[in-house]
């Protein structure tokens, strides 16, 4: 009988097959990745704990304004620059660029190279906005002690 409706539905058990792998992936993809994503509020928890913030975006996008005292290191330099990174591999690091998908690749990378608390935030700085949050135009000055 189950076969018989499998034969005669065919599409619909394709397409019940792809949603159900696609939420599996969803569910799983991130445990699987090795980092975490995280909505905005999860995001100012990590800033107010001084996690390090890393802005992927092109260095124009940059400039057009980033999350608190992000540094820009574009995904497509981040291997080359693994060095301008904290030297700390686990020390909580929140990556983010326009979207999400390119902080994705970046946090992936950032796993592999041994750093053990990555996380990406989830709809990027896009996201950021439209929660109300602020961006940052300037790097600010710090007072620091010598």
Same mark, same amino acid.
Request: charged content about 25%; glycine content about 6%; aromatic content about 10%.
């Given at each position: 009988? $189950?076969?018989?409706?499998?034969?005669?539905?065919?599409?619909? $058990?394709?397409?019940?097959?792809?949603?159900?792998?696609?939420?599996?992936? /969803?569910?799983?993809?991130?445990?699987?990745?090795?980092?975490? /994503?995280?909505?905005?509020?999860?995001?100012?928890?990590?800033?107010?704990?001084?996690?390090?913030?890393?802005?992927?975006? +092109?260095?124009?996008? $940059?400039?057009? =304004?980033?999350?608190?005292?992000? %540094? %820009?290191? @574009?995904? +497509?330099?981040?291997?080359?620059?693994?060095? #301008?990174? @904290?030297?700390? #591999?686990?020390?909580?690091?929140?990556?983010?660029?326009?979207? =999400?998908?390119? /902080?994705?690749?970046?946090?992936?990378?950032? +796993?592999?190279?041994?750093? +053990?608390?990555?996380? %990406?935030?989830?709809? =990027?700085?896009?996201?950021?906005? /439209?929660?109300?949050? @602020?961006?940052?135009?300037?790097?600010?000055?710090?007072?620091?002690?010598?």
């Amino acid at each position: 009988m $189950f076969s018989e409706f499998v034969q005669e539905q065919a599409l619909l $058990f394709v397409a019940l097959a792809v949603v159900i792998a696609m939420l599996a992936y /969803s569910y799983l993809g991130d445990r699987l990745s090795g980092y975490k /994503s995280v909505n905005t509020d999860e995001a100012i928890r990590l800033f107010n704990d001084d996690a390090y913030l890393l802005d992927v975006r +092109t260095a124009a996008e $940059f400039k057009d =304004g980033f999350i608190g005292e992000a %540094n %820009n290191v @574009p995904v +497509t330099d981040l291997s080359a620059n693994m060095n #301008k990174l @904290p030297k700390d #591999k686990e020390k909580p690091l929140l990556v983010y660029c326009l979207t =999400g998908a390119r /902080s994705g690749r970046a946090a992936s990378t950032l +796993t592999k190279a041994g750093y +053990t608390q990555v996380f %990406n935030l989830a709809g =990027g700085i896009n996201a950021w906005k /439209s929660a109300g949050l @602020p961006i940052a135009k300037t790097k600010a000055k710090r007072n620091r002690k010598k």
